[in-house]
C-alpha cells in the first residue's frame, strides 16, 4: 500500500500495473475538459493561498512543465489513448496564463 501511495507523488516511474493505473487515475484531471481542468487548477491555488504568488506560479510551472517533458503523461494505453492529447492541450493553456503575469 506504500508504493502505491508513493507512486503518486510523481516523481519517479510508475513499478508493475497496480502503479500505473493507480497514478493514471490520479492523472486523470489533466485530461479533464478544459471547464473542470481550469475549475481544479483554481481549486489547487486555494489549497496553497498562504504561499506568495511568485512563488506558487515558479512551482507549478515547474510541475506542470515536468509532465510536459514526459514522452507520455499516462502509464496506461486507455488513458493514454483518451486523454492524453487533451491533458497536453490543459497543461499548456495552464502553462501560458501561469507564464503572462
Known amino acids: 500500500m506504500h508504493a502505491l501511495v ?6 519517479a516511474v510508475p513499478h508493475g500495473r497496480d502503479q500505473e493505473v493507480l497514478v493514471d487515475i490520479d492523472l486523470s484531471i489533466l485530461g479533464a475538459p478544459p471547464a473542470r481542468f481550469d475549475e481544479d487548477e483554481r481549486q489547487v491555488r486555494a489549497e496553497y493561498t498562504w ?11 515547474a510541475i506542470l512543465e515536468a509532465f510536459m ?10 488513458l493514454g489513448e483518451r486523454l492524453e492529447a487533451r491533458a497536453r492541450a490543459n497543461l499548456a493553456r495552464s502553462l501560458a496564463r501561469l507564464r503572462e503575469r
Do not use: C, V
Open 51 to 61: 504561499g506568495p504568488e511568485f512563488l506558487f506560479r515558479r512551482k507549478r510551472r
Open 6 to 11: 508513493m507512486a503518486t507523488r510523481h516523481d
Open 69 to 78: 517533458a514526459r514522452p507520455a503523461i499516462y502509464a496506461t494505453a486507455p
